[in-house]
């Protein structure tokens, strides 16, 4: 009796155990974070614990029973693989990282055979199904609550914009997740016999599908949609479920429904950026250089690999560059991340046991006769195959919440084919079990209890190893914190902890070896040259504290140039210049695209006196990425070099010169930036885009014959071009325009020079209107060519075409009214006036010339009503306003005209303009006491102005207020000691 009720304890206990593996690793973000990883690691060992000793108590009474229970056929492939691994740990290049990956999938393991065993009824396995399935629906649902609310957070995280992820970071981990669940929601409503049933799990599915989709994971969708091709195959050959498919089809209906009732436009849109105008997008084309590279490393180690998780660092030596703060961590696939890291054996081992997956998945659901859990193992089975497809092109055993949702998959799928396969009377009588069952058997027999004892002395290792892992992270984040906040003896306290608790851990060493580098440095920048001796010996020491421990962690793992580079940088410091060179030059033959390393390399090279190898690096930098070249340049002058010698760092090909002569030309170094345009014309030779560019440099330069040279040889090869023409016209503009300024220095100008180029100019437009009579840029550039020759009359002609050809140009028709101007035929300029005002009616511009003609024609009531009529529709234009009070005050309208000015003052009350003319129509009215508080708020907002401070004193002595006059004196005198009538006034008020 009490046997029977710890077993039920102990089943409870993993049933909640397992409840809260399904619930938690997705809700931690996926347990991506040590924290929740350690999490779960503790609850499967804990959940084996139990098992364990539930096994103890069961196996008095049913001992081949419950082993039995236990052999799949995953299990010779899941131990083989696990001895590769313990194999693979010790050839691994960075043996501690493998170990972390050895112990993640050891999780897995045994979270694979406690629910193998403990799984012992349909009902029981239905329901973990239900579970599952109830968990994907909560997570789909609360993404697309999340996609329609448009968040961009979860709790102290950021993810991806416009697509929906759950409560995972990336999308593709969450179409990972969901990939999983939604074959498992079909098989339930294949096997469930309720219409109601049937009717909620169709919605599950749908939520799930439409939640997948919108993820934007081209991966996901397109594994999920093969994975259920596949599903109604297997369905539509076998006979007796080919009602299924029908089912399926409407499943896949109600997705593309429901999709396309929340908007299926990002999906499309999604996949059709996958490849454009025949090339692939960024993120193809890194998978593709990812794979093709990778093959690469196959050659170190073709057998047992380089070590599980080693991936990031031996893949550096073929790694394109990504960015800064971008770094690859794994090879974008499953089989090619498995072939680095653990070698053709590990690949092999992995196809294996996928291939005894199928095989038997496959002949039970094929065989004769009718089991309800064949089509569970069928849908399981597409779960498994869905995953498999998406890993060809992610690794998504990344993400600990799917890799254990694949864990448990499994184990569904293979339980599912034990009731297929193992009739109820050969499980109870012990049969089976293959080639272990003898082993398990002789065990038992001869020692009953060792088995139990060692299996719990190994899972409270492994428990205490996860426990140590844990704290060691804690320990090194502490000490990261207290150096962060200059608390350095804490600092190598808990580093070394760390150290302590995981000495194998290269990150924990860079940390204390950076530690003892800062406190070196932080002497050198406190102390300076007038240090003690004692003080000098300090930082030698820290130094070489430094310098030990980062040996220590580049011995630990050598793959990797950061740690490299901060041994070089140690050895710099102590004033081992060969060492220091030798892991420079190491970092960067460890991660060659990187410019990081190469610029390191450059500014070692040049601190140490040697110019031709700190160029060679930085051009190497340069080559990788030309964006750093301004970054390159300033430490280039940082380092004292001149200018040639920098220049000298620039790759000789097109793209590195141009940027450079753009930068130059940013600096304002315009001559340097001219010679460095000349060589990329003599790269390129003469090629018309850099022809472009440095035509226009030109023009921006004012250089405008040099500028009609470069044009001239583009017209050369395309005479037709009108654009080109077009160009070269404005620049004769342009030179004739810079020719009447005075101080023209390019040529020595004179009258008939000007108008030479101007009649050039105007050939050029006239041959752009032979060409194509309707070019309306080309008339109107005739016409501004005829005005800058001063003949209005031809330019009236070429804007009348203009206009023809495009009557709606109120520019236009303000040119032809100031050309009616100069010509003194006032009607026609109001008319054009007019027609500009109708086309254009907010431009201030065409109502101010109409305004001036109506004065000029001494018409007040148009001038009034013509800036009434813009001021109706734009109220807030300060200079109307003050325009119209100007006009007011002249016709002898003294009270509009201070009424407009005080709104322009609202407007734009820090123009004193306004506020003088305002203060002058005080006066005029004798209203001192007005005009002086206008004078006094334009001196405060203009203190050092004398001019203003001599009026307001002016204005002070006419209310008699002498003080204050004598106070604005003597300020005057303060701005300008010389100020004669300040000196007078002063004298006289004394």
């Known amino acids: 009796m009490n046997v029977s009720r710890g077993v039920k304890f102990f089943h409870v206990l ?43 108590l069961e196996s008095k009474e049913e001992q081949s029973h419950l082993l039995n229970r236990s052999l799949t056929p995953l299990n010779t492939p899941i131990l083989l693989g696990f001895i590769l691994v313990v194999l693979n740990t010790c050839f691994s290049i960075y043996p501690y990282v493998t170990r972390e990956w050895l112990y993640q999938f050891l999780t897995y393991g045994l979270l694979y055979l406690v629910l193998v065993y403990h799984l012992r009824t349909q009902r029981q396995l239905v329901g973990l199904v239900s579970i599952l399935v109830i968990a994907g629906s909560l997570e789909a649902f609360f993404g697309l609550i999340r996609y329609f609310q448009g968040f961009t957070h979860l709790p102290g995280r950021e993810v991806t914009q416009s697509t929906v992820v759950g409560t995972f970071i990336s999308p593709t981990h969450f179409a990972v997740y969901l990939e999983l669940l939604i074959p498992l929601a079909i098989g339930l ?27 934007l994971s081209r991966g996901g969708i397109i594994s999920l949609l093969l994975s259920l091709i596949f599903l109604s195959i297997c369905l539509a050959i076998r006979r007796t479920d080919q009602k299924h498919v029908w089912i399926l089809l409407a499943l896949f209906l109600a997705i593309l429904t429901y999709l396309s009732w929340i908007g299926i436009t990002p999906v499309i849109e999604r996949i059709e950026k996958t490849r454009v105008d025949g090339r692939w997008d960024e993120s193809t084309l890194i998978r593709l250089t990812f794979w093709q590279n990778s093959l690469e490393l196959l050659k170190e ?41 653990t070698g053709l054996l590990g690949l092999v081992v992995f196809l294996w046991g996928i291939q005894r997956v199928f095989r038997s998945a496959l002949t039970a659901y094929f065989s004769p006769g009718e089991r309800s859990l064949k089509l569970l193992t069928l849908t399981a089975l597409t779960s498994v195959l869905a995953f498999l497809l998406h890993g060809m092109v992610d690794f998504n055993l990344r993400v600990p919440a799917n890799a254990l949702l694949l864990t ?17 009377r050969k499980m109870e009588k012990g049969r089976g079990g293959g080639i272990w069952n003898p082993v398990f058997h002789f065990l038992f027999s001869r020692w009953p209890i060792l088995p139990f004892w060692v299996g719990v002395f190994l899972i409270l290792i492994f428990i205490s190893w996860t426990a140590k892992a844990y704290l060691a992270e804690v320990y ?29 851990n290269a990150v924990y060493q860079t940390g ?38 980062h040996a220590r962690s580049v011995a630990l793992n050598p793959f990797e140039p950061g740690s490299h580079l901060n041994l070089g940088w140690v050895y710099a410091r102590l004033g081992n210049q060969t060492k220091a060179l030798a892991e420079f030059e190491k970092t960067v033959l460890l991660y060659p695209n990187n410019p990081y390393y190469h ?41 004292g070099k001149r200018y040639s010698l920098c220049e000298e760092s620039v790759p000789n090909t097109p793209e590195a010169r141009l940027q450079f002569a753009r930068f130059l030309v940013h600096k304002n170094l315009w001559s340097e930036g001219e010679a460095e345009y000349e060589k990329v014309l003599r790269l390129t030779q003469n090629d018309p885009i850099y022809c472009e560019e440095f035509a226009r440099f030109y023009t921006q330069r004012g250089k405008h014959l040099k500028a009609i040279s470069l044009w001239r040889r583009l017209l050369e090869k395309d005479p037709e071009n009108v654009s080109i023409r077009f ?43 032979e060409i194509k009579p309707d070019n309306v840029q080309a008339w109107r550039g005739i016409g501004d060519v005829w005005i800058q020759m001063k003949q209005p009359e031809r330019a009236l002609k070429a804007y009348h075409k203009a206009l023809e050809l495009i009557p709606r140009q109120p520019e236009l028709y303000g040119l032809l009214a100031e050309i009616y101007v100069q010509m003194g035929n006032l009607p026609k300029a109001i008319k054009a006036y007019q027609d500009a005002i109708g086309l254009q009616p907010h431009e201030r511009k065409y109502y101010e010339g109409l305004a001036n003609i109506y004065h000029q024609i001494g018409k007040s009531f148009e001038v009034i009503t013509t800036w009434n009529r813009y001021l109706d529709i734009r109220t807030d234009d300060a200079v109307a306003r003050h325009k119209l009070a100007f006009y007011q005050n002249q016709i002898g309208n003294w009270l509009e005209a201070v009424k407009e000015t005080k709104v322009a003052i609202a407007l734009d009350s820090q123009n004193v303009s306004y506020r003088r003319f305002l203060a002058d129509l005080y006066l005029n009215k004798g209203m001192i006491y007005e005009a002086t508080q206008q004078w006094e708020v334009i001196v405060r907002g203009n203190p050092k102005d004398p001019e203003y401070r001599l009026q307001l004193a002016a204005l002070y002595e006419k209310l008699s207020q002498f003080d204050k006059a004598q106070e604005e004196y003597r300020a005057v005198l303060n701005l300008q000691p010389g100020n004669q009538i300040a000196q007078k006034k002063i004298k006289d008020g004394n």
């Open 301 to 341: 180690a073709p057998l047992l690999g380089t070590g599980l998780g080693t991936f990031q660092y031996v893949f550096l030596k073929y790694a394109p560059y990504l960015g800064e703060s971008l770094r690859a961590f794994h090879a974008e696939s499953i089989y090619i991340e498995l072939l680095v890291d």
């Open 512 to 549: 204390l070896g950076n530690a003892y580098l800062e406190v070196g440095d932080k002497h050198i920048t406190v102390q300076g040259e007038k240090e003690r001796e004692e003080e000098k010996e300090k930082i030698q020491e820290n130094w070489k504290k430094a310098l030990k421990f």
């Open 14 to 56: 993993i049933q909640i155990g397992i409840l809260f593996l399904v619930l938690f690793t997705p809700l931690a973000f996926g347990s991506i974070d040590l924290w929740a990883t350690t999490v779960m690691r503790l609850t499967v060992g804990f959940i084996t614990l139990v098992w364990i000793l539930q096994i103890y």
């Open 727 to 769: 160009q070269i016209a404005q620049a004769y503009q342009a030179l004739g325009r810079s020719m009447r300024r005075p101080g023209y220095g390019e040529v020595r100008s004179s009258e008939p020079e000007e108008e030479e180029s101007e009649k050039k100019a105007l050939e050029e437009y006239e041959k752009i209107v």
């Open 476 to 504: 090194f984040q502490q000490a990261q914190s207290y150096q962060k906040n200059g608390r350095w003896r804490e600092a190598f306290q808990a580093y070394e902890k760390a150290i302590r608790l995981e000495g194998g």
């Open 408 to 424: 448990t998959v499994l184990a569904i799928l293979m339980v599912s084919l034990r009731f297929i396969t193992t009739p109820q």
């Open 599 to 639: 610029r390191n390399l450059a500014r070692y090279c040049f601190l140490q006196g040697k110019p031709e190898c700190g160029i060679s690096a930085y051009r190497q930098a340069l080559l990788l990425n030309i964006s750093q070249l301004s970054d390159i340049f300033e430490e280039c002058l940082l380092y």
């Open 189 to 215: 409503t294949f096997l469930t016999q309720h219409w109601e049933k049937k009717l909620l799990l169709s919605l599950l599915v749908a939520i799930m599908g439409t939640a997948l989709a919108l993820s």
